[in-house]
């Protein structure tokens, strides 16, 4: 243990004097909502894919939108297939 200004390292965690997490242990926690947001709106550009749409434009707009995105891939009607 070091005591004085320097942070307190345990159990891979660095703490504050006042034993508070400092934003950089807990800035990995932003990473699991961005990856299940993402993974959502793959989700999403698959089924519009699927439903006969640009898989290009669905990729971007399931990164960009989620849930949203989800949302609405569900509610769009199955295109025509081209001649």
Known sequence: MVRG???IRYLFMDFS???I???ADT???AYIPLFMHCAIGLVAAQLAHRKGYD????L???T???T????DAWRRPQRRPLP
């Open 21 to 23: 997490a400092t934003m």
């Open 17 to 19: 004097l006042y034993g």
């Open 64 to 66: 960009i939108g989620g």
């Open 5 to 7: 200004d320097r942070p």
């Open 55 to 58: 898989l290009g434009l669905w």
């Open 60 to 62: 971007v707009w399931g």
């Open 68 to 71: 949203v995105a989800l949302i």
């Open 27 to 29: 800035l990995p926690l």
